[in-house]
């Protein structure tokens, strides 16, 4: 069963670097064609794509965030991580990890969701 299991702090204070993590279940993170997303979704708004990781290690991330944005991956642990830094309560959010398949041109794993809220 194709799983993705996401785990994060919660709760932080503005300023920090929190760090989320992404675990797949399902066969090796370096599959070919396969791209390890990161998306979130803010209290009443939509959807919002971070950026991914590459089965090659390539990174790409949304214009907006990409200064604060880092996306990173241990593959002895078939694991991926999600730094952003410097946050605000603007990126309080839920926060998903997903497998998306080029050729597909689809997502076809979400995790479950992770609530990031930022606050002092």
């Known amino acids: 069963q194709v799983q993705l299991q996401e785990s994060g702090p919660g709760l932080v204070k503005p300023s920090q670097t929190p760090s989320l993590t992404c675990a797949f279940s399902?066969?090796?993170?370096?599959?070919?064609?396969?791209?390890w997303m990161w998306i979130r979704q803010p209290p009443g708004k939509g959807l919002e794509w971070i950026g991914y990781i590459s089965y090659g290690g390539g990174t790409d991330y949304v214009p907006s965030l990409k200064s604060r944005t880092s996306i990173s991956r241990d593959t002895s642990k078939n694991q991926f991580t999600l730094q952003l830094s410097s946050v605000t309560p603007e990126d309080t959010a839920v926060y998903y990890c997903?497998?998306?398949?080029?050729?597909?041109?689809?997502?076809?794993?979400w995790g479950q969701g992770t609530q990031v809220t930022v606050s002092s």
């Open positions: 997903a497998k998306y398949i080029g050729t597909l041109r689809a997502f076809n794993a």
């Open positions: 399902g066969g090796p993170i370096t599959s070919t064609d396969h791209y």
